[in-house]
């Protein structure tokens, strides 16, 4: 079964930073590119982040240079770590292929405020 877990999220102060952890099913992690999206309330879900299988990345212009992604592929694994944390990072943080092809997780919350 496929399947994907976030985990980390939180509440934190502007400026502040957070490390996000996805695990995913290995049926869709191998060879899968990875990415990690987001939904903010009244706003559609988008994608900040990806990871290649073999690590090349690339990022939205919101988080560039504020957001790393990397994936450990011995532990299917995706990680997201978020600095200097805005409020208009607030949202649902989702990990899915990149692009999209299997069905959402939970998500983890991530509230940025004072």
């Known amino acids: 079964q496929v399947q994907l877990v976030e985990s980390g999220g939180g509440l934190v102060q502007p400026g502040g930073s957070l490390r996000l952890s996805c695990a995913a099913s290995g049926s869709i992690f191998i060879f899968n590119a990875m990415g990690w999206y987001r939904q903010a309330p009244g706003k559609e879900r988008e994608l900040v982040a990806g990871?290649?299988?073999?690590?090349?990345?690339n990022y939205a212009d919101s988080v560039k240079g504020r957001f790393t992604i990397s994936r450990d592929n011995a532990k299917n694994m995706v990680y997201l770590q978020m600095n200097s944390l805005e409020a208009e990072d607030t949202a649902v943080y989702y990990c899915n292929t990149a692009p999209r092809s299997v069905s959402w997780g939970q998500g983890t919350q991530v509230t940025v405020s004072s």
């Open positions: 990871i290649t299988h073999y690590g090349t990345t």
